[in-house]
């Protein structure tokens, strides 16, 4: 039974380039979180997703950065002409968001260097 | 919005002894709290968590207890180990399904347990 899946898990991008964020989540689950998080700091949510859907993109940057969960394949989390601020740790987490099962369950998570 | 705030940042027990950790939120709907254990460039892992219809919970030498009237809630741990040390997140959530299902983390607790 195969976790929540994460690829690459470093990239090492320069400024001004795209970073392209992927995440498998685990069989079953078809609901994809994303979270950000800064060294020594929490984890701050991003991004809620089901397939085909974005239910919620509050915690999202307006400008630059994009999501998409589409029907068949991984979560895909897009950021554009990166800068040096976007250097942090990227965690999925999926969920079946059954009753009683709400659990998140998280990724190894891609550690985005942008020099 | 929610704010979960995490107590002491850092904690250092003596192995065997008990370390008690605790968060406090904002939102009285927060209605889910669960508690995750992230070692050095690993995933967070969930070790715990409690809904708001019940006050306390176990699990083996982990527990956690909530206090809805206070909006406090606290991770306990028993007979600590070395391989105990870790930094630690609680987290809350006011709703378990939809766009409320979104976590809302505090900033860590580093637990160190020497030997």
């Known amino acids: 039974n195969a976790g929540v899946m994460q690829n690459p898990r470093h990239l090492v991008r320069r400024r001004g380039q795209e970073a392209r964020l992927r995440c498998s989540p685990m069989k079953g689950h078809s609901h994809v979180y994303w979270y950000r998080q800064l060294p020594e700091e929490g984890l701050k949510f991003m991004v809620y997703l089901q397939k085909e859907n974005i239910i919620d993109e509050s915690g999202m940057p307006k400008e630059r950065f994009s999501a998409e969960f589409p029907k068949e394949g991984p979560s895909i989390l897009r950021i554009q002409q990166v800068v040096r601020g976007d250097s942090a740790a990227y965690f999925c987490?999926?969920?079946?968001?059954?009753?009683?099962?709400?659990?998140?369950?998280f990724g190894p998570g891609t550690r985005l260097t942008v020099l | 919005g929610e704010n979960v705030e995490q107590h002491p940042s850092t904690l250092s027990v003596q192995e065997g002894d008990s370390a008690v950790i605790k968060c406090t939120y904002s939102?009285?709907?927060?209605?889910?709290f669960p508690w995750y254990k992230q070692e050095l460039g690993k995933r967070p892992q969930l070790i715990i968590d409690?809904?708001?219809?019940?006050g306390e919970k176990k699990d083996q030498r982990i527990a956690v207890t909530l206090n809805k009237t206070a909006k406090h809630f606290s991770l306990h741990i028993t007979e600590t180990q070395p391989e105990d040390s870790a930094v630690y997140f609680c987290a809350a959530s006011i709703g378990t399904t939809g766009a409320n299902s979104k976590l809302t983390f505090g900033k860590g607790i580093t637990l160190s347990v020497r030997p």
């Open positions: 939102d009285s709907a927060s209605n889910y």
């Open positions: 409690i809904r708001s219809n019940v």
């Open positions: 987490a999926s969920s079946p968001l059954q009753r009683h099962t709400d659990t998140q369950y």
